[in-house]
C-alpha cells in the first residue's frame, strides 16, 4: 500500500497570487517547494483509490479507465472542483464515496455524469478496498468532513485534512488504533497569546498538543497555508523525521 500527496497546500497554494513572503518568494524561484491544493491518491495491488478530486491536471494525471475509485472528505469546491469536468466523460462508471451530506456541492448530485455517488459513508463504521481496511473519522469543520484511517497487515496510516483540532471519539479511537503515519491538517504557525484562533484549520499549536498523546509515531503536516511555511523557513528546529511539513508528491508505504 502506497499513499501519495498529490497536494500539500491550502486552497490558496503556494505561492500565493499576488504574495513576496519569504516562502512565496522561495516557491516563486524553485519550484520543488510549490505547493498544490490538498488532496492524495492510495495505490494498490495495481489500483489507484484517490482522495479529494482538485488536481487542475486530474484528468491528464489519471488517464480513463486509470481510476478505481473516488474517496472524498468532504464537499467543499476546493477539494471537488476536478469532478465538475470529470463528470462529462463516457463509457463508464467511478464509484464515489463520501460523508453524509445531502447538499453536496452545487449539482454534482443532480447531473453526476459517470460518477456513481454511493451510500453515505458512516462515522467509524469501516469498509474495505483491495484488502485495506478503511475507518471514516469525524473532524471539526465548517462542512461535515471525514478524515480516513488506511490499515493493511496491522500498519496504518492516518489521512485528517481539514479540522480545528480533534473530537475526543476520534482521539480516543486514534489511542486504541496508534497509527504508523498521520498526515494531518496544520495551516497555520502557531497561534500567540492575545491573537485570535483561527477556525476550521489547525495552527502548530494544536498538532503539538496532539503530538504529546502519542497517537502516531510520526506526523506529517498538509493542507499547509504560506504563513507556516514562512515562520518553519525561520524555526527550523521545530520540525525533524517525527514531526515534518509534508510535500506535494511525497509518497509514503506501508
Same mark, same amino acid.
Given at each position: ?6 497536494? #500539500? ?16 518568494? *522561495?516557491? #516563486?524561484?524553485?519550484?520543488?517547494? *510549490? ?7 492510495? @495505490? &494498490? %495491488?495495481? %489500483? ?15 488517464? #480513463?479507465? #486509470?481510476?478505481? *475509485?473516488?474517496?472524498?472528505?468532504? !464537499? &467543499? ?78 500498519? *496504518?496510516?492516518? !489521512?485528517?485534512?481539514?479540522? !480545528? ?26 497561534? @500567540? ?53 509534508? %510535500? ?7
Amino acid at each position: 500500500m502506497k499513499l501519495t500527496l498529490l497536494g #500539500s497546500g491550502n486552497a490558496a497554494m503556494l505561492p500565493v497570487y499576488g504574495c513576496h513572503c519569504l516562502a512565496c518568494s *522561495r516557491a #516563486s524561484k524553485e519550484p520543488n517547494y *510549490r505547493r498544490t491544493k490538498t488532496s492524495a491518491m492510495l @495505490e &494498490h %495491488k495495481g %489500483k489507484i483509490l484517490l482522495i479529494d478530486a482538485n488536481a487542475d491536471n486530474l484528468m491528464q494525471t489519471f488517464p #480513463s479507465g #486509470s481510476i478505481d *475509485r473516488i474517496l472524498l472528505t468532504h !464537499y &467543499h469546491m476546493d477539494h471537488v472542483h476536478s469532478l465538475f469536468d470529470l463528470r462529462w466523460g463516457v463509457n463508464q462508471k467511478i464509484p464515489v464515496d463520501g460523508p453524509n451530506d445531502p447538499n453536496g456541492c452545487d449539482d454534482l448530485f443532480k447531473h453526476p455524469g459517470i460518477l456513481a455517488f454511493q451510500a453515505p459513508l458512516s462515522a467509524f463504521q469501516h469498509f474495505e478496498w483491495q484488502g485495506i481496511t478503511i475507518t471514516p473519522l469525524p473532524m471539526i469543520h465548517s462542512k461535515i468532513c471525514f478524515g480516513y484511517c488506511f490499515e493493511l497487515n496491522g500498519k *496504518r496510516i492516518a !489521512y485528517l485534512t481539514d479540522t !480545528y483540532g480533534l473530537a475526543i471519539e476520534v482521539v480516543n479511537w486514534l489511542k486504541t488504533n496508534r497509527v504508523d503515519l498521520m498526515l494531518i491538517d496544520c495551516s497555520y504557525p502557531p497561534v @500567540e497569546q492575545g491573537q485570535p484562533e483561527r477556525k476550521n484549520h489547525n495552527d502548530l499549536n494544536i498538532i503539538l498538543k496532539l503530538q504529546q498523546q502519542k497517537l502516531a509515531n510520526k506526523i506529517g503536516l498538509i493542507h499547509i497555508d504560506h504563513s507556516l511555511d514562512t515562520w518553519a523557513l525561520t524555526h527550523p528546529e521545530q520540525f525533524d523525521h517525527s514531526l515534518f511539513l509534508a %510535500k506535494d508528491k511525497q509518497g509514503f508505504s506501508i
